[in-house]
């Protein structure tokens, strides 16, 4: 199994459509959690960190479930500009080793 | 600020001929360094990470080597390229458990 699994996609959605991804981890001792997002071509960003209690930025939204190993993000009202590929990442021990998801790719349609 | 840099951006080599990429950090002091691969429509495999001068850790056994020979400067090398080599390769620092990467060197070995 991998240590990081996601869905790869594609994902096809129209604009102002509401999409989610998930993504599951292994390892039940990981402490840290974030999503990143790739544009074709280019290099990783971070898009934000996933904390345990969720969070939000605009229209955003990740999620951790610990019990069940896996975090979520949700965009909402999606853009033409939000089609990228989203690293799930996971950081597997207390230091600075993170582990990447395979990405799973967004098309947005208009 | 920061800025990590990596040359060269594209590279087309024979099967075995050498390799050198090179990394460098700007803006901070000591910082983590990493190398990772990207495989055509694959996620991120971390080769190699350093936590400083002359300190590298290598996460899977292949035909690359890497190098710190300063505190802000990371090399990935190869003596003989494979086919196998080919890919997106990125260097990254992180900070607080986030990773800022350099614009990625990708290598096409024919």
């Known amino acids: 199994r991998k240590e990081v699994e996601q869905d790869p996609g594609p994902f096809n959605v129209p604009e102002g459509a509401t999409v989610a991804f998930n993504c599951t981890y292994s390892?039940?001792?990981?402490?840290?959690f974030f999503w990143y997002r790739q544009d074709c071509r280019k290099e990783p960003k971070l898009l934000m960190s996933v904390y345990s209690s969720g969070n939000e930025d605009g229209r955003f939204t990740a999620q951790l479930n610990r019990a069940s190993q896996y975090i979520s993000l949700l965009i909402r009202d999606s853009k033409l500009s939000d089609s990228a590929t989203y690293l799930c990442v996971v950081n597997r021990n207390a230091g600075n080793m993170l582990t990447f998801g395979g990405g799973t790719r967004l098309m947005v349609k208009p | 600020s920061q800025t990590i840099h990596q040359w060269p951006a594209t590279l087309v080599q024979p099967v075995g001929s050498p390799l050198s990429l090179e990394c460098t950090v700007e803006g901070t002091s000591n910082p983590n360094l990493y190398w990772y691969r990207q495989a055509a429509g694959r996620g991120l495999q971390l080769l190699f990470y350093?936590?400083?001068?002359?300190?590298i850790s290598s996460e899977v056994p292949q035909n690359l080597s890497a190098s710190r020979p300063q505190d802000r400067q990371f090399i990935l090398s190869s003596k003989k390229l494979l086919l196998s080599d080919s890919g997106f390769y990125l260097c990254a620092w992180s900070f607080v458990g986030e990773l800022f990467f350099g614009e990625g060197s990708r290598l096409t070995v024919l």
């Open positions: 390892n039940s001792a990981s402490q840290s």
């Open positions: 350093s936590v400083g001068i002359g300190q």
